[in-house]
């Protein structure tokens, strides 16, 4: 397994094109496999050959040309399914289309923000067709690749042909706007913004301001990257229900059909139902005692999701984040908890900020060359906010929730998540604006 | 258990001070808030009476004006009295959809001219959705803001509904003149130099504060305007380096020797009058 991840993680990386070259080294070894007694030989061989059925899977699942490839530069007009939730940006909005001549050649158009479209809609999208194009440190290509995304049409014009009728995933849709709607009514902005952002993992209308002041304090991780956060969401719930139920059970249960709401709620999309497995593992470990024993289930987990998509292991930074940190809660966490033995917990408030912690150790290497710049103030940022983002979660969940019955009630709730958010974005700003925050490079 | 109490103190001790602080905030101190809000290149103007009857004037040309309102209003507040629609321009109207969308919005007065314009569509399709009361501004209505505050529409003449605007819809804007106590305050969007004319043509207008008309345009507040009007002081709402010029040199040379604030340069403006004398502030 381990091999063939690498087989995949080499053809992400380099363009494997001497394909007799691997040819030969695949015969030569398939041969000794079959024919050699001596086990250091099978391994060996057994392992090139894992390693290279990485790499032709990895080329196999990836289309060699492209429908939509003869419209490049041309203005065109494309009629297509929106088949991502929409992401608002200020005055736009951007659409994943899916081409109904070629559903599997998606294209991401930014269009403008009103009229705003419905995961589902049929849309009519008419601009310059576009391919993407790396940036200097940055494989865009490939990132939007893992998505399906082969084609790009800035400045759009979008217009809607009809709505989707019905359908489990365009409910879901419609129930997590109205969830974030009602954030958006009872809580200010931008402190709303936030909230949709740590619970629902939408970074939509975050002022780029705000966002810049959360990369350069180190803690963008909280709202930015898709998937990482339910990791983080299903230990918190734990934890707190664990201070309600006597019985560990009925903790897991609970915990773990909190996190399937949450990504019911989040969309369901690949990165979050990745993320979410990788912490229910967790759970499940948990329960059993065996929490050192996650690595290798945390794997099998990672083989099967690459076998489904390789994009994701170099270029899907959610998924790499969520594999870290649950590595980090695993065993990172056990020490932490030792080293503060004898601090007192209040309301399991030390038990938090030690996942939250160790969590935050074992991806901020990533976060760093993500984001290319080192937040120097970061640890002094985590410590102040993290103890208080399950609190944020829990009162945004109930916010969201009560907004469905009665406006008012919804309000009662968003002061104290009001004072909570105010107090995490005022660290936020104020540790961001100091000049040597962050060194960028 | 012993936790527990603590827990609840804390909190109710926290949601004391919340609450007297709500208290001592919605107490009336006698003074009107003009605030000219800093959401970049376009207009936005929140008003509030002392006794906290809010009115917001434009939203600006994104997002920013939510910000602003978070910063102007307390925390517990998601409701605004009136919104003023001048005219349908982007720079005008763009905020004022996620305003409608966010906040419970009492009454809405604008010209209802036609402009072409998918942000104007969803504007009055989520005033539909929200069933909340239009009205056509017309010259001569009258709005009490309860507490002494008063706004006369001055302009448009007739009313515009449904109307294909002849020339620059600019000019089809609302000018509102906010009366507490001996203090006018006159704000009119884009509004040009005829626009101007017919409004110092159709009476006196003496102001104290004037809105600025169209950022700082050339081809608004001429010399003839402002001699009538006589303002005491003036605002400018424009973007930081603006790719229009504005503020414009020939206008700042016509303002002459009137005091001047700028959202550009000063961000967002605060003007608090007893009804006697006026204290500016800005934020920068």
Partial sequence: MLCFIGGVALRSFVFVGDFYLFFGFGVIALFLFSFSKNPKVLMYSAAVIFSLAGVFW?????????????????????????????????????????????????????????????????????????????????????????????????????????????????????????????????LSFPQSTFVSGIILGSDSDIPKELKEAFISSGVSHITALSGYNITIIGISISLILSYFFASRSATLFLSLGVVAVFVLITGASPSVTRAAVMGAALLIARYFGRESGVLPVLIFAAFIMIIFNPKILVFDIGFQMSFLAVLGLAYIAPFFSKKL????????????????????????????????????????????????????????????????????????????????????LYIVEYLAHFSFAAIKF | MRKFKLYLTLSIIIAAILVWFAVFYSLPDGRLKFYALDVGQGDAIFIETPRKTQVLIDGGPDMKVLGQLSAVMPFYDRSIDLLILTHPQEDHMFGLVEVLKRYKVGKVLITGVNYKSKTYEEFKRIIKEKNISVTMARAGQRINLGGDGIIDILYPRENLSGVDFPGDVNDSSVAALLRFGEKRFLTMGDAGIKEELDIINSGQVDIDVLKVSHHGSRFSTSALFLEKTTPEIALVSAGARNSYGHPHKETLERLGHIPLYRTDTQGRIIVTTDGKSLIVRTEL
């Fill in chain 1, 58 to 186: 990895y080329g196999a699942l990836e289309p060699a040309h492209f429908k939509l490839d003869d419209s490049v530069g041309k203005k065109v007009e494309i009629e297509g399914k929106v088949a991502e939730y929409p992401e608002l940006k200020n005055n736009a909005q951007r659409l994943v289309i899916a081409p109904e001549e070629a559903p599997r050649e998606r294209i991401l158009v930014t269009a403008k923000r009103y009229p705003e479209f419905s995961f589902g809609d049929t849309a009519r999208v008419s601009g310059a067709l576009k391919k993407p194009e790396n940036f200097e440190k940055f494989n865009y290509v490939q990132y939007l690749a893992k998505d399906d995304i082969y084609f790009l049409m800035p400045f759009s014009d979008a217009t809607l042909v009809k709505e989707e009728e019905g359908g489990f995933l365009r409910g879901l849709y419609f129930f997590r706007k109205r969830f974030e709607r009602n954030i958006n009514n009872a």
């Fill in chain 1, 341 to 424: 033995e004898r601090w007192p917990d209040f309301f399991k408030l030390k038990e938090s900020f030690v996942s939250a912690i160790s969590a935050q150790l074992a991806v901020l290497p990533l976060a760093l060359l993500s984001f290319n710049q080192f937040s120097i103030i970061a640890p002094l940022a985590n410590m102040l906010i993290l103890p208080f983002i399950p609190l944020a979660m829990f009162f945004g969940f109930i916010v969201g929730a009560a907004g469905f019955f009665s406006a008012h009630l919804a309000q009662i709730f968003a002061y104290p998540l009001w004072l909570i958010t105010s107090y995490q």
